[in-house]
């Protein structure tokens, strides 16, 4: 939200609306929901290629000699072992090891690195950072109005792309970005994503952003590019088995209870916020495993929504983080954390108590989806 309540625009709002998407409230955001049909969004990344406004990410820029120092104390990654042009999946968690984010920290040059928060905690991860900076020589700076963020994710997407630019693209490894121009415009060419399909994410001045979105639509035509709203970007990153903070990840959890604690760099030099409460949480989980985030497919056609109780033998086994119809799959899915007892590939007897009634689920292994290379 802004200061004064009213939901935040993003630089191709007046665009969306000529679209005709239906608009929604996302982290104090005014975004696009659908432009269409969910599931023609869907399998159009899937087959083909989607557009997607994604301004609302919020963009942290730490600059300075101790810039590296900073985030290495700041997050538990390993930032500094990031080169210069390479990406990192990382997150921020509070002293007692829960997590504040999961976060994409670029490193864009020998003393300058991006942080990528989600937009709900952009504030949060700034505040944080900005605390955690007392005594480094390094500067943290709020750059959420500095960048408006286009994403074109699926299989033609590298080809819609190199139209447009002469960046080295196929150079671009996953998770590395470089500077470059596209359709004329200056931009952070990012190979990212929260689908499970090859794409790009790309940072340009929110001036730009209504010129590049026409620019990429126009080179998309012949390729079946279509605008994507964040609906089918959630069931595409559920498929992809990708969490969602508020849902796979809270405060409440640890990397460790989430299943993510090889994101947690112990062996790097010098201290960072929450160590102690980490190992204790990493020896515990090794102990006395903690709930495991699984994959659920209905074997019926009712949808388990974020909540809801995983059951078996009568028993309350875990709950329901994520749910919704998989358009790849034909059949409801579910990330859900249960017991480790109930968590193998397989298990039988498993269901989601959906209003009163258990609904047979089958466990099943992250992803549901993966691409093939």
Not at 46 to 66: C, N, W, Y
Not at 80 to 101: H, N, S, W
Not at 323 to 351: K, Q
């Amino acid at each position: 939200m802004s200061s004064t309540g009213e939901l935040r625009h993003t630089a191709l709002d007046a665009l969306h609306r000529s679209l005709g998407a239906t608009m929604t409230d996302f982290a104090g955001w005014d975004m696009p929901l659908r432009y269409g049909s969910e599931r023609d969004e869907h399998n159009a990344v899937r087959t083909k290629a989607g557009l997607f406004d994604l301004s609302h990410m919020g963009e942290i820029t730490v600059t300075g000699p101790q810039a590296a120092a900073l985030l290495d104390y700041a997050l538990v990654g390993n930032i500094g072992g990031v080169k210069p042009g390479r990406a990192r999946y990382t997150m921020i968690c509070r002293a007692d090891g829960g997590i504040l984010d999961d976060l994409i920290v670029y490193r864009l040059a020998e003393t300058e690195y991006m942080v990528v928060a989600n937009a709900s905690n952009a504030q949060v991860v700034l505040d944080a950072l900005a605390e955690r900076s007392a005594g480094f020589d390094a500067e943290v700076r709020d750059d959420r109005d500095a960048y408006a963020l286009i994403a074109v994710q699926g299989p033609q997407s590298p080809g819609i792309l190199k139209s447009l630019t002469d960046a080295d693209l196929d150079g671009l490894k996953y998770y590395a970005g470089l500077p470059g121009t596209v359709a004329g415009v200056p931009a952070l060419i990012a190979r990212t994503g929260y689908t499970g399909e090859d794409g790009f994410e790309l940072f340009v001045k929110p001036e730009h952003a209504v010129e590049l979105w026409q620019a990429l639509t126009k080179a998309g035509e012949g390729a079946g590019l279509v605008p994507c709203g964040l609906s089918c970007r959630d069931t595409l990153r559920l498929e992809a088995g990708m969490p969602l903070y508020g849902h796979e990840l809270s405060t409440s959890l640890t990397p460790f209870d989430a299943g993510l604690g090889r994101v947690v760099k112990f062996e790097k030099e010098g201290d960072f916020v929450g160590r102690e409460a980490l190992r204790e949480a990493a020896a515990r989980a090794e102990q006395n495993p903690p709930r495991v985030l699984v994959g659920l497919v209905a074997e019926g056609r009712r949808v388990p929504r974020a909540g809801y109780a995983v059951v078996a033998g009568g028993e309350v086994i875990g709950e329901v983080t994520s749910g919704a119809p998989s358009p790849t799959l034909g059949r409801p899915i579910a990330m859900a954390y249960v017991d480790a007892a109930h968590a193998a590939p397989g298990t039988t007897g498993v269901g989601v108590d959906i209003r009163g009634s258990h609904e047979p689920y089958e466990v099943v292994a992250l992803p549901f989806y993966k691409r093939q290379k």
